[in-house]
């Protein structure tokens, strides 16, 4: 068995998992799970792989009964969410991040904003996109991740947006000391809350250091369906023991 704690864990081949909650309002602590990001780090293929669970997903969540798989978050908070994306995947998450809307907003302007390629054109709200490169910052970040309703794929396709935004965030991230991550993380208090010790930031940092050079991505197959009036991504039993295999 891996070990126990995280900091004896790293120094291991056991694979790692993540989980990055971003939540649907400006402030930590109410709304619904927005983004539901778990990210698997192989330090033996040395390669990150990112799975985006559909905020829609439908699970039995326990004295809650069938629901939304982002209804969690405003059930019991980042552990209640965390524990639902256990049991969806039945895997355990080694750590969390959980972030707001102006945390996500704040980061990316710390950062100087993030390069993206939108795939299509689309406008949401006063912001405008074209296919092709463009540098966005914290508020057109935030449009180009949210968007759905206009993209051909819906939630996948915004899953898709979302997950380039973090990762070229990541790719920024890296390129700051570990001074700077360490201011940056003050300057967003009240806006992230996380169960990292700075040291294990250091630690992960050093230990899985292929993060922003060899990434995948794995998608959650289902379909979309109508059940009691209300719309949810459903997924096959078979598919969530794909998933597991595949991330374990």
Known sequence: MAPRWFNDRLETTARLHLLLIGTDQEELGSGR??????????????????????????????????????????????RLQTEAIERFLGLPMDKYVEISLGGFRRAIDEVGGVTVNPPFAFTLGSQSFSPGAVRLNGEQALAYARMRKQDPRGDLGRNARQQEVVRNLMAELGERSTGELQTLLERLQGHLRTNFSPSEVVRLRTRHSYLTERQRVEAVRGVNRKIGGVWYYVVPD???????????
């Open 33 to 78: 799970g927005d983004v539901l990001l778990v990210l698997t780090l192989d330090p033996v293929s040395r390669q990150l792989t990112l799975l985006s669970v559909p905020r829609d997903t439908r699970v039995n969540l326990p004295g809650h009964g069938m629901v939304k798989i982002n209804a969690a978050y405003a059930h019991g908070g980042a």
């Open 238 to 248: 078979a598919e969530r023991r794909r998933l597991h295999l595949q991330l374990r």
